[in-house]
């Protein structure tokens, strides 16, 4: 088990495989605004994964001239990101791998198996106007957005 945590302790932190990653896949993230934020963080199990979470924050940044990894120690209740992406271990690796080909289907596929949560953590006009919806359908998840 100490074996599985320390490989996914190493993936989260390969910053420079993430680079890539994001490079790979940029067309993806294509429709954020600049200034866009999307956190991810690595829980291994996602029962109570926030409520007990102590570590560090995942965040790809929109820049003018592509994409950024930055990490961040996690404080309940700050906002660092637009979004949030909570992962169990397998997600983990299967983003870190990902092509602009399968990124979607990845995600997608395990918000659908209950191996990923999302949490939008501004405003439903924000997500709208920085391009978040847009992103949000082509990697295959939908925003419905609160009942009007």
Known sequence: MDQILDSTA??????EGWAAMLRRCGKVFSAIEPGGRIGVIAAGSLAGALARYDGDIMVWAIKEDGLEVAYRPYVAGEQM????FVVDDQVLGGLHNASEENL???????????????YFLIGRDD?????????????GLSFLGPCR
Not at 10 to 15: K, P, R, V
Not at 81 to 84: G, P, R
Not at 104 to 118: D, E, F, P, Y
């Open 10 to 15: 190493g993936l989260f932190a390969d910053t």
């Open 104 to 118: 979607s289907g990845r995600l997608s596929a395990r918000s659908k198996g209950g191996k990923m949560m999302l």
């Open 81 to 84: 990101a637009d979004i949030l």
């Open 127 to 139: 997500l709208e106007d920085a391009g978040y919806f847009e992103f949000l359908e082509t990697v």
